[in-house]
Nanobody, 115 residues
Framework: QVQLVESGGGLVQAGGSLRLSCAATDSISSITVMGWYRQAPGKQRELVATITSGAVTNYADSVKGRFTISRDNAKNTVSLQMNNLKSEDTAVYYC?????????WGKGTQVTVSS
């Protein structure tokens, strides 16, 4: 089963940018959907963005126009470019891989946006 390792989180001021990366330990070319989710303190985990094996993307309304998800099957990575960050984007961000048979999560990376 593929394992996922997130990186790129940190502390940034409101209006700033961060780029998160998710490295998979195995090929992601056959993984149906790769995605990013986030969980803020006291809140449920929520979808941020997903990208299919055919490069079709989907975004939460709250991040549309600010975040961009991409995947590189050759490098087995999925990235999330986050621009114009807001304090409400503060959360632990998790990478996710879904096939028809299994779902895998990374351990998460903290993103903190100061206002």
């Amino acid at each position: 089963q593929v394992q996922l390792v997130e990186s790129g989180g940190g502390l940034v001021q409101a209006g700033g940018s961060l780029r998160l990366s998710c490295a998979a330990t195995d090929s992601i070319s056959s993984i149906t959907v790769m995605g990013w989710y986030r969980q803020a303190p006291g809140k449920q985990r929520e979808l941020v963005a997903t990208i299919t094996s055919g490069a079709v993307t989907n975004y939460a309304d709250s991040v549309k126009g600010r975040f961009t998800i991409s995947r590189d099957n050759a490098k087995n990575t999925v990235s999330l470019q986050m621009n114009n960050l807001k304090s409400e984007d503060t959360a632990v961000y998790y990478c996710n891989a879904k096939t028809p048979f299994v779902q895998t999560w990374g351990k998460g990376t903290q993103v903190t946006v100061s206002s």
